[in-house]
């Protein structure tokens, strides 16, 4: 059973940070890349980052610079730290795993507040 879970949302002001976690289970974690997306109320959902299996990383050009995405294999979790938030950054924020087939989590809240 394929297992993503979020967690590290929350409310901050702008110009703060935010570090997001996400616990994966039931994959084959170490091949997969991982993604996260996020969706604001009313709009599509927006790529934010990705870390591939071997470490390289990309990101939407919206959070370039201010987001980092990490992962740990042995522990099978993918992180974002979020830097200099933006009320614009504010969505509910999924994780996802590829390996031919993408799974995704339940999402976690991040509200930013101006």
Same mark, same amino acid.
């Given at each position: 059973?394929?297992?993503?879970? %979020? ?31 996020? +969706? ?5 959902? %927006?790529?934010?980052?990705?870390? /591939?299996?071997?470490?390289? /990383? ?29 009320? %614009? ?19 976690? +809240? ?5």
């Amino acid at each position: 059973q394929v297992q993503l879970v %979020e967690s590290g949302g929350g409310l901050v002001q702008a110009g703060g940070s935010l570090r997001l976690s996400c616990a994966a289970s039931g994959i084959i974690f170490r091949l997969s890349a991982m993604d996260w997306y996020r +969706q604001a109320p009313g709009k599509q959902r %927006e790529f934010v980052a990705r870390i /591939t299996s071997g470490g390289s /990383t990309n990101y939407g050009d919206s959070v370039k610079g201010r987001f980092t995405i990490s992962r740990d294999n042995a522990k099978k979790a993918v992180y974002l730290q979020m830097n200099s938030l933006k009320p %614009e950054d504010t969505a509910v924020y999924y994780c996802s795993s590829v390996f031919g087939i993408q799974y995704w989590g339940q999402g976690t +809240q991040v509200t930013v507040s101006s």
